[in-house]
């Protein structure tokens, strides 16, 4: 059984670009979510998603959107980027119901020039 | 707001000894709290949980997680550390009726031979 993947690994973008990440879920879970981690840092929440819809949102920008699929996978996708955005970027996937931990993906490694 | 402090930004320890890491939390209710293990450019890997019963938690690896509601802490400890051990680690919470994490800052563990 995979666990969560995520891709790319790294990603190179210029300020203004726009990027997209995605990730697929460990096998069985309904929702993903998604987490910034700056270096140095813990992980920051961006959002979650569950039945295709964006359920929780943190404290970001709408630069930073996102979608999930009807097979449970996701996107983050990130406009107008800044330098500010360069971060280890993880994907978490989870079941919707109970006190239910979080798995990670490997993340992926966006650096903004 | 929720928030987690993790007060030691680094601890050291020689292999054999036992190791604590420390956890302390800010939120309102009855929060799940998790530890999560990360090492060089990987994910967060799960190591244990608490949700209710039991103050004492034991989870993989050989290590354990004591909580402590009056004092709002939640210690990671291990009775005899291993090399292997070193790499940061992360305390996390989350109310019953959210989804999303909260996460600390971190301590960076190192074990020495």
């Known amino acids: 059984d995979a666990g969560v993947t995520q891709s790319p690994t790294h990603l190179i973008k210029t300020r203004g670009q726009q990027v997209t990440l995605r990730c697929s879920p460990k096998s069985g879970h309904d929702t993903v979510s998604w987490y910034q981690q700056a270096l140095g840092q813990g992980p920051q929440f961006i959002f979650q998603?569950?039945?295709?819809?964006?359920?929780q949102r943190g404290n970001f920008p709408d630069r930073f959107s996102g979608h999930q699929f009807p097979n449970y996978s996701s996107e983050l996708n990130v406009n107008a980027l800044l330098l500010g955005d360069s971060a280890l970027y993880l994907c978490a996937s989870s079941f919707r119901r109970g006190a239910n931990e979080q798995f990670f993906g490997p993340g992926t490694r966006l650096t903004v020039l | 707001a929720q928030s987690v402090a993790q007060p030691e930004d680094q601890v050291n320890v020689a292999e054999g000894n036992p190791l604590t890491v420390k956890c302390t939390y800010s939120v309102s209710g009855n929060p799940y709290l998790f530890w999560y293990v990360q090492y060089p450019n990987r994910g967060l890997q799960f190591l244990l949980k608490?949700?209710?019963?039991?103050?004492l938690v034991k989870g993989s690896y050989g290590f354990e997680a004591e909580f402590n509601k009056s004092q709002t802490s939640f210690h990671l400890k291990k009775p005899s550390a291993l090399v292997s051990d070193s790499a940061l680690y992360f305390c996390a919470v989350r109310l019953p009726y959210g989804q999303n994490f909260v996460f600390g800052p971190g301590t960076r563990l190192s074990a020495l031979p």
């Open positions: 608490y949700i209710t019963g039991d103050n």
């Open positions: 998603y569950y039945e295709e819809e964006e359920r």
